[in-house]
């Protein structure tokens, strides 16, 4: 059933509240799919998900190589019979101020500190849809 990322719901904002860890899945530039592993949180007030990696990181190459316009991408999490996707197009930041808004948000969300990293980066995923069985 289509979720309205930027309002949905009750119950699936309070999914992604909790700690639970995501698969972010990206292209590779021959088309095929990338899964990996991530920390991710969501706002659906600013319609925009995020993820904090390293800059050298398969994923950031991934949506790199997209081009300036982005990567379409998508953003899993499961909790037993639960699951929520969320889909966009995935930019990567490098200015500081989005870096810290993301650190601070996995911090919050996550309940753990980040090490200082200079080679931090985040991909920020403007929404387009959402979907997902959290009740």
Not at 14 to 27: D, I, M, S, V
Not at 64 to 90: F, H, M, N, Y
Not at 108 to 119: D, G, H, I, L, S
Request: a positive charge; glycine letters at 8%; hydrophobic letters at 35%.
């Amino acid at each position: 059933m289509p979720i309205n990322p930027r309002e949905p719901g009750a119950a699936f904002e309070a999914f992604w509240r909790e700690p639970h860890y995501c698969t972010l899945t990206t292209p590779r530039p021959d088309g095929t799919p990338h899964v990996v592993a991530v920390g991710a949180t969501y706002d659906p007030e600013t319609g925009l998900a995020r993820v904090i990696t390293r800059k050298t990181s398969r994923k950031v190459h991934n949506i790199l190589a997209a081009g300036p316009s982005g990567a379409r991408v998508a953003l899993c999490q499961i909790d037993k019979g639960r699951w929520a996707t969320l889909e966009g197009v995935a930019t990567v930041r490098t200015d500081p101020s989005a870096i810290a808004e993301a650190v601070r948000r996995y911090e919050e969300r996550y309940q753990r500190k980040t090490q200082p990293n200079p080679a931090r980066v985040a991909i920020e995923i403007a929404l387009t849809s959402a979907m997902g069985r959290v009740g």
